[in-house]
């Protein structure tokens, strides 16, 4: 049993093919960037399973990398976090034991949000993802086969935007996490945590992705001189 969400077929112009080809090519790029953005996000965790664990470096990633599953280890780390910061609070007047509570505290926020977030990469990354030409334009959706889940959750959702919001909100995750130790060490304090990109505010499908202006060279650059 094959049930389709939206079947429109009118690829009929060389140019709806083109223009099919680019959409084609744009969200696997989209959807190859959520990938590479999660998997450096989730191997960044090591560090932090390090610092909570006191282990050895290679301890600490023989431990990590020996759970499979991306959600057993960050519900691993979350559970060693939160009983290293019991165990610190008990070290009354002690600065980097102080500091230590303050960061482990911000780090298990940050694992909480990955968590919320793990639910739509995985429905992005799992879904058989097909391409509808209709009205002179390609259509995407997802195709639910023997009533996939996964697919049926992103029923009606703008693929592209979806996929680029979710990369946006995992840089921002990971920058805060690299943050933490130098702006606590210097300001006794956690920084500022991110304010996340409304979904709305990314480019559809419909829409050119934006795209950072070139900046204009030094007169004083090697470029320059070249």
């Known amino acids: 049993m094959v049930e389709?969400?939206?079947?429109?077929?009118?690829?009929?112009?060389?140019?709806?093919?083109?223009?099919?080809?680019?959409?084609r090519r744009r969200m696997q790029y989209e959807l190859g960037r959520l990938v590479q953005t999660w998997a450096l996000l989730q191997e960044s965790l090591v560090g932090v399973f390090e610092q909570a664990t006191e282990c050895p470096p290679h301890v600490a990633n023989s431990m990590w990398h020996s759970i499979k599953s991306d959600l057993v280890q960050r519900d691993v780390l979350i559970a060693a976090?939160?009983?290293?910061?019991?165990?610190?609070?008990?070290?009354?007047g002690d600065v980097q034991k102080e500091q230590r509570v303050l960061i482990f505290e911000e780090y298990i926020w940050a694992i909480t949000e990955i968590n919320k977030l793990s639910h739509t990469r995985n429905d992005l990354v799992h879904s058989p993802i097909i391409f509808f030409g209709a009205s002179g334009a390609t259509e995407m959706d997802a195709r639910i086969q023997h009533s996939n889940p996964r697919a049926g959750k992103l029923k009606d959702k703008e693929l592209y935007q979806l996929s680029r919001w979710m990369c946006a909100k995992c840089d921002d995750i990971e920058r805060h996490m690299a943050s933490l130790w130098p702006h606590v060490r210097k300001h006794g304090k956690v920084p500022a945590r991110p304010k996340f990109k409304p979904l709305s505010t990314l480019p559809t499908r419909a829409q050119k992705p934006t795209r950072a202006k070139a900046r204009p060279r030094r007169k004083n650059s090697i470029a320059h001189y070249v």
Do not use: C, E, F
């Not at 389709?4 to 959409?23: E, H, L, N, V, Y």
């Not at 976090?81 to 009354?92: E, G, V, Y």
């Open 81 to 92: 976090l939160q009983s290293s910061t019991h165990l610190l609070r008990a070290w009354k």
């Open 4 to 23: 389709t969400i939206k079947i429109k077929i009118s690829r009929k112009t060389t140019a709806q093919k083109r223009q099919s080809a680019r959409d």
